[in-house]
């Protein structure tokens, strides 16, 4: 079992509506939590980061949150637009950071499509 | 001016060929890496240099070769090549170890092996 799991598997929504993504990991103790954006045949890229302190950050209409207690985290995206459609991929980081050294866990993400 | 910059973006070959991907970054890290994402998408870290040595050398194959000339280059070579190291190999490069520092990407490159 992945120590980063992601639901839905898949979520189709209409433009102009908000959604949130969910990500439960069991990656104890974490240095911090990423949420990633990765449109089709590119690579991902970097939304959010939150250190096991942070409760929320926000990037533009893209707000995550974090709570460690339940090791839950979400990704809210408001008034959805087109280019929203992507794949949204949550990352654990295990702390003790030494030269590379550190092994990110991968969620399988959540497929978003955005419909007009 | 692309920040992780890798070639080719796809690569069709047979079973059994020698390949190569470069990759480049001009963000003046220290770290690189190499990433395999399969068909499920799960991206699966492989390789991690740091100021041209090797940190990380997960379980995979000795088929595959990491080379780094210099610290903003890593480029992977594979021998051998099999059915199964059909995949996206994402290039990937940060400030610090990953634990604190952003991740950059490049943009993949799609191998297909028939």
């Known amino acids: 079992k992945n120590q980063v799991e992601q639901s839905p598997q898949s979520l189709i929504i209409l433009e102009g509506k908000n959604c949130t993504l969910q990500?439960?990991?069991?990656?104890?103790?974490?240095?911090?939590l990423r949420w990633y954006k990765q449109d089709t045949g590119r690579g991902p890229v970097s939304l959010t980061i939150m250190t096991f302190s942070e409760n929320t950050k926000s990037n533009g209409r893209y707000t995550a949150t974090l709570d460690a207690d339940t090791k839950q985290s979400s990704l809210h995206i408001t008034a959805s637009q087109l280019s929203d459609s992507a794949s949204y991929i949550c990352?654990?980081?295990?702390?003790?950071?030494?030269?590379?050294?550190?092994?990110?866990?991968f969620g399988t993400g959540t497929r978003l499509t955005i419909i007009p | 001016d692309t920040a992780v910059s890798q070639t080719p973006k796809y690569l069709v070959t047979q079973m059994g060929n020698d390949k190569s991907i470069k990759c480049e970054q001009n963000l003046g890290h220290d770290t690189m890496y190499w990433y395999k994402q399969d068909s499920k998408k799960f991206l699966k870290i492989m390789f991690s240099y740091n100021n041209k040595e090797l940190i990380i050398n997960e379980t995979v194959p000795n088929r595959f070769s990491p080379k780094s000339p210099d610290k903003a280059h890593l480029n992977l070579h594979i021998n051998s090549l099999e059915l199964g190291d059909s995949a996206v190999y994402f290039c990937?490069?940060?400030?610090?170890?990953?634990?604190?520092?952003?991740?950059?990407f490049g943009e993949g490159s799609r191998l297909t092996v028939l």
């Open positions: 990937a490069s940060s400030t610090i170890p990953t634990g604190a520092g952003e991740l950059f």
């Open positions: 990352v654990v980081s295990p702390p003790g950071a030494n030269f590379g050294n550190e092994k990110l866990t």
């Open positions: 990500c439960n990991y069991t990656v104890s103790p974490f240095s911090n």
